[in-house]
């Protein structure tokens, strides 16, 4: 897995939880300013994960053609062509 920064909405989102219980509190290890550099959101996970199985069950359901299809956070077509190319060469399709 890779590590990167945490983006500004799942910062808030963490904080929420402490004391949703009982009472509680965040400890941020970093300064004001680092969290104002964050990100605001996350990257869309179907824009950063390997997309092999996503263009395999799109084909069981007889969507020729993956990099057409109308994704709400559409992944870059280069990762959808390399799913696509990956599934051929295993023998997937």
Known sequence: LGVEPISQAAAEQRRGRAGRTEDGM????????????????DTPEVQRCNLSAVVLLLLS????????????????????????AESHALGAV
Request: proline share 10%.
């Open 26 to 41: 965040c400890l941020r290890l970093y300064p004001e300013a680092t969290f104002r550099k964050l990100r605001p959101t």
């Open 61 to 84: 359901m007889g969507i020729e053609e993956p990099q057409n299809f109308d994704f709400i956070s559409k992944p870059k077509a280069r990762a959808l062509l390399r799913a696509l």
